[in-house]
């Protein structure tokens, strides 16, 4: 089981980037065994993948919604995740999650809330109009 632990969410104005990251602890070598993804969930709103990265980093998933604008990286060796958010808007308003998904496959990307083994505690990100 990994502890997946978020930081770096804030308040920042439309148009503002941040930076999340997400460390893992616990099982870490067995890290690049998971698939990793930051879901977001806004207020009266069901959770939904934003980002997902592979195994080893080559394949990636972005949402239609934040496609150009965020970007989702991963270094193993440190066991930990990143998401670039750039152009931010207040749509992008959200409590935004870290999940691990462990996956036998190197190129499985996208996974749902109900395969996820491990959750962060999310950060909060707040993006004023």
């Known amino acids: 089981q990994l502890q997946l632990v978020e930081s770096g969410g804030g308040l920042v104005q439309a148009g503002g980037s941040l930076r999340l990251s997400c460390a893992a602890s616990?099982?870490?070598?067995?890290?690049?065994?998971?698939?990793i993804g930051w879901f977001r969930q806004a207020p009266g709103k069901e959770r939904e993948l934003a980002a997902a990265?592979?195994?080893?980093?080559?394949?990636?998933y972005y949402a239609d919604s934040v496609k150009g604008r965020f970007f989702i990286s991963r270094d193993n060796d440190k066991g930990t995740t990143y998401l670039r958010m750039n152009t931010l808007n207040p749509e992008d308003t959200a409590v935004y999650y870290c999940a691990a998904a462990f996956r036998p496959s190197v190129d499985s990307v996208y996974f749902e809330t109900n395969e996820a083994n491990d959750w962060g505690q999310g950060t909060q990100v707040t993006v004023s109009s």
């Open positions: 990265i592979s195994r080893t980093g080559a394949y990636t």
């Open positions: 616990g099982l870490t070598l067995t890290f690049s065994n998971y698939a």
